[in-house]
């Protein structure tokens, strides 16, 4: 009983990977070939790279992205491990399906380039957010980043993605004959990283309020009663004063921070508030369950 729905668990999930991949293969390919391509810009990445080929040679997109991918699979494989290799490149298959096989006979964009390198950004990043919840990738710089991560661990990751994203968005510039290939390939890479984090992450985010306060309860029961959210409180003592105080923190939603604020102030002008923001918060009232897969 337990194997059989331990089977079952396995296919759902299965089918559940092929029907992203399918859903992100499509949209990756409508902000590569159908915006980007014809707007004569190259977005970061490996697919820019092979957009800057198919510009000069007129080799085709998909297959050149899969086979500059190999030595980066090669390189990385031990790192990253066989079975997020095994489920990247099933996404990177789809990925060229689409690209070379499918998109080539659908009508392409060719309004603004502006406009064009915006929405290629949408479609990437939501494509790129669909893979990472799903423990895949579109192969590419991914590989190379966390590689270089783990040999060299004082680098940062985002410095890292940005400096070969950078020199793979300048060569557009004498590729393409245009100085605003580099700027459309920013904006891309930009909208990009922005759409990733707001589709990953913005229905789990929030803000975090830090409140030093000396009625504590007295403001914790209202913010309850205003917002519904709860409160921790933490007896604390101030370092410079000696005296004890109450910090309470609490959890609220972006819309619920400005309400917070004003109940402290309206119970103690003189507490001390310190609003963060928060890419994720799990437990009750927000995410109280994630199965989220991880990338590496």
Known sequence: MVSSLTNNKKQKEFLVDILCDIAGSILYSVGIYTFAKTADFAPGGISGLALIMNHLWGLPIGTMSLVLNIPLILISYKICGRSFMIKSLRTMLFCTFFLDIVFPFTP??????????LYSGVFIGAALAIFYSRGTSSGGTDFLTVTIKVLRPHLSIGVVTMAIDLFIIALGGPVFRNVDAILYGLLTTFITSITI?????????????IIITDKGQEIADRIGTITGRGSTAIRAMG???????????????????????????????????????????????FIEKTDKKQIF
């Open 197 to 209: 984090d707001k589709i990953m992450f913005g229905m789990a985010s929030g803000a975090l309020a």
């Open 108 to 117: 392409a964009y060719t309004g603004s380039p502006l406009m064009a390198a």
């Open 239 to 285: 370092t410079y004063t000696k005296q004890d105080r109450d910090v309470l923190l609490c959890a609220c939603s972006d819309v619920q921070s400005h309400m917070v604020i004003q109940t402290v102030h309206e119970i103690d002008e003189n507490a001390f508030i310190m609003m963060t923001n928060t890419s994720q918060v799990l437990g009750e009232g």
